[in-house]
């Protein structure tokens, strides 16, 4: 079942670069493919995706495709492995940078997000960006776990209905499977 999912999805995802292509549009398109979550098999004795924020979960991929005509970046960039974490957060920032456009201040007065454009169209990779926390948030029910990500460290706090509530640190450099509660 999940196996057909993924052979569905990217045949579906073909038939779209291929419907771009005959329209004359894929290289005037920039292709961004991401998940808002991974999937776990058993490996924290969960299935699924809905009771966990461990690495599983949480580590999805961000593949974007710059059209040729970008520039001279795009070409030299094409197949690079960036290891820094983005978020979902970082897409708005990043795809109005690489469309030339002005990032606004939204409401509240912030812009959420980090523009992370220069890691796709930079043909050097010499300064790698300083690490940030990154947050997650998951609630099931009257259950809710939060998890801060920051450098080697997880932390997780689950909130659970009758009210009792649990923490969690992992070395995920030492214990990159978190398997181990330091």
Do not use: K
């Not at 776990?40 to 924020?53: D, I, K, M, P, V």
């Not at 974490?85 to 456009?101: E, F, G, H, Q, S």
């Not at 997880?154 to 969690?168: C, D, E, I």
């Amino acid at each position: 079942q999940y196996d057909a999912e993924i052979r569905a999805a990217s045949r579906e995802f073909g038939r779209l670069l291929e419907e771009l292509r005959e329209r004359d549009l894929l290289e005037s398109t920039i292709v961004m493919v991401v998940s808002e979550h991974g999937e776990e098999f058993l490996e924290h004795g969960g299935w699924t995706h809905q009771r966990s924020l461990h690495r599983e979960l949480t580590h999805v991929p961000l593949i974007v495709r710059l059209p040729d005509r970008w520039g001279d970046a795009a070409p030299a960039t094409r197949g690079r492995v960036i290891d820094e974490p983005v978020t979902l957060v970082d897409l708005m920032p990043t795809l109005l940078a690489l469309n030339r456009i002005d990032c606004p201040v939204l409401e509240g007065g912030t812009l959420v997000g980090v523009d992370v454009s220069d890691r796709f169209t930079s043909e050097t990779t010499e300064t790698a960006p300083a690490s940030r926390p990154l947050l997650f948030e998951l609630s099931y029910g009257r259950d809710r776990l939060d998890a801060l990500r920051e450098d080697r460290w997880l932390l997780v706090r689950a909130r659970l209905g009758a009210g009792s509530t649990h923490h969690f640190l992992y070395d995920t450099v030492s214990d990159p499977g978190e398997a181990t509660d330091v």
